[in-house]
């Protein structure tokens, strides 16, 4: 058996919630020294017994290692656990989920206080985390120099996708496929919701949702196109006129299912006004204008 020579880097890890824990075990499954500290104390016992050294506080966590993770819920604990942290000469890794201007404004705290800094986008659920055929990642953005020194360390829990010196950008992938992730569980509930009352397993509906689902999803790459292009014609097979015309038949198929329209009304009626600027022969891309503000 080979031995594995070459020296991890030692990783700083705030936050051990339900993300935290399953980074620290990545990290020290794969030999990195690891110090750890949390706010409820217990969590950070349970990693301890797995290799892990426990700091007293976050400041002391902060100063035993250069390469500094935090995961904690939300920008607000960001802010008030680094409070009384020396950052000078740090590497912050900031994998907590923000907005893209918090994620600015927490790349100009940080090297105001002397640090480099890499915001993160976690595009995986806990059990996606230090499996490697999981299809989990992470995006990154901010200093480039910082991702390459860390990339390997950093692509031990998940794969790593870097998306630009932008610190914000990260956050906006994130906050972007996930916002589609939802408008595809509105579309799934509305789905599941017509068959609800009548004698369909739910269970036979799920794989004919999902293979559609998968079908339907590289219309992107059009969509893509036609934004760049601004061609908003090209390539139509499905005109904004023929799919305005079938709403209604979805409306009061709803009605006969009892079924609220809530989650599809919104989106209809922005083909509607669109169609009535007259962009008939467009694809559905012009409703990402109407959005825009
Ligand atoms: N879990 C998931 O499915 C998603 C997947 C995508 C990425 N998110 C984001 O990851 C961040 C951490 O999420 P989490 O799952 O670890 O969240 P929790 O299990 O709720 O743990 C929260 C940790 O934050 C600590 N904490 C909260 N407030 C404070 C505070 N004011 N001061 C210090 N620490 C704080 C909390 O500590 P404790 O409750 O154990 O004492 C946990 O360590 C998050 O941004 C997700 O959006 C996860």
Redesign the pocket.
């Known amino acids: 058996m080979a031995l594995d020579t070459v020296e991890k880097t030692p990783v700083t890890l705030?936050?051990?919630?339900?993300?935290?824990?399953?980074l620290a075990r990545a990290w020290l499954a794969a030999g990195h020294p690891l110090t750890v500290w949390?706010?409820?104390p217990?969590?950070a016992a349970a990693i301890s017994s797995e290799g892990a050294e426990i700091a007293d506080s976050?400041a002391e966590a902060v100063a035993a290692n250069t390469l500094v993770v935090v995961?904690?819920?939300?920008d607000?604990?960001v802010e008030?656990?680094l409070a009384g942290a020396d950052l000078a000469g740090k590497d912050l890794v900031n994998?907590?989920?923000?907005t893209p201007a918090q994620a600015r404004a927490r790349a100009d705290w940080a090297r105001e206080r002397g640090a480099r800094y890499l915001d993160g986008?976690?595009?995986?659920?806990?059990p996606m985390i230090g499996v490697p055929d999981a299809g989990g990642y992470v995006f990154y953005s901010g200093s480039p120099e910082l991702f390459e020194r860390h990339q390997a360390t950093l692509g031990v829990p998940a794969g790593t996708t870097y998306v630009g010196r932008d610190a914000g950008f990260a956050a906006l992938h994130?906050v972007a496929l996930?916002s589609a992730m939802y408008g595809m569980f509105a579309g799934a509930a509305h789905a599941f919701a017509l068959i609800r009352r009548e004698d369909i397993d739910p269970a036979s509906l799920a794989p004919l949702l999902a293979d559609w689902l998968v079908a339907m999803a590289p219309a992107v790459h059009q969509t893509a196109d036609q934004l760049r292009s601004g061609n908003y014609t090209k390539g139509v097979v499905s005109t904004l006129a023929m799919q305005v015309a079938g709403t209604p038949t979805f409306l009061r198929t709803a009605e006969e299912q009892g079924v609220s329209p809530e989650l599809l009304s919104p989106y209809f009626e922005l083909m509607r006004r669109r169609l009535a600027e007259g962009s008939g022969e467009e694809d559905l891309t012009g409703v990402i204008d109407l959005l825009v503000r």
């Open positions: 705030l936050g051990l919630g339900a993300m935290g824990a399953a949390n706010r409820t217990a969590r976050a995961c904690l819920l939300d607000a604990s008030e656990v994998l907590t989920t923000s986008g976690i595009m995986a659920v806990p994130d996930l």
